[in-house]
Nanobody, 123 residues
Framework: QAQLVESGGGLVQAGGSLRLSCASS????????MVWFRQAPGKEREFVAG????????VYADSVKGRFTISRDNAKNMVFLQMDSLKPEDTAVYYC????????????????WGHGTQVTVSS
């Protein structure tokens, strides 16, 4: 399985921006979809955004459409999440995950996970 390491989280005021990064190592990056999930205290882990290997399959949660942008650099085995117009309800631990094939929105479909990075948005 891949080793995934997230970075870029932090504390930001509402309306601000953050850019999360996820570095993958340990296996081939090609043909694997990369996704972002998040989990707030007391809540289930929820899908945020996902992108297939070639970028032809891109999916966003309705709650982040128009504010978040997922991208990937396959040459560097990295995936990014640009988060703009952040809201307090975006506060959560953000995780990246990967699976062979297309991105799906169900956490149970992913076996490779990072340890997460905390994003806190103050009002």
């Amino acid at each position: 399985q891949a080793q995934l390491v997230e970075s870029g989280g932090g504390l930001v005021q509402a309306g601000g921006s953050l850019r999360l990064s996820c570095a993958s190592s340990g296996r081939e990056f090609s043909d694997y979809a990369m996704v972002w999930f998040r989990q707030a205290p007391g809540k289930e882990r929820e899908f945020v955004a996902g992108m297939s290997w070639r970028g032809t399959n891109v999916v966003y949660a309705d709650s982040v459409k128009g504010r978040f942008t997922i991208s990937r650099d396959n040459a560097k085995n990295m995936v990014f999440l640009q988060m703009d117009s952040l809201k307090p309800e975006d506060t959560a631990v953000y995780y990246c995950a990967s699976r062979f094939g297309v991105a799906t929105t169900t956490a149970a479909n992913y076996k490779s996970w990072g340890h997460g990075t905390q994003v806190t948005v103050s009002s």
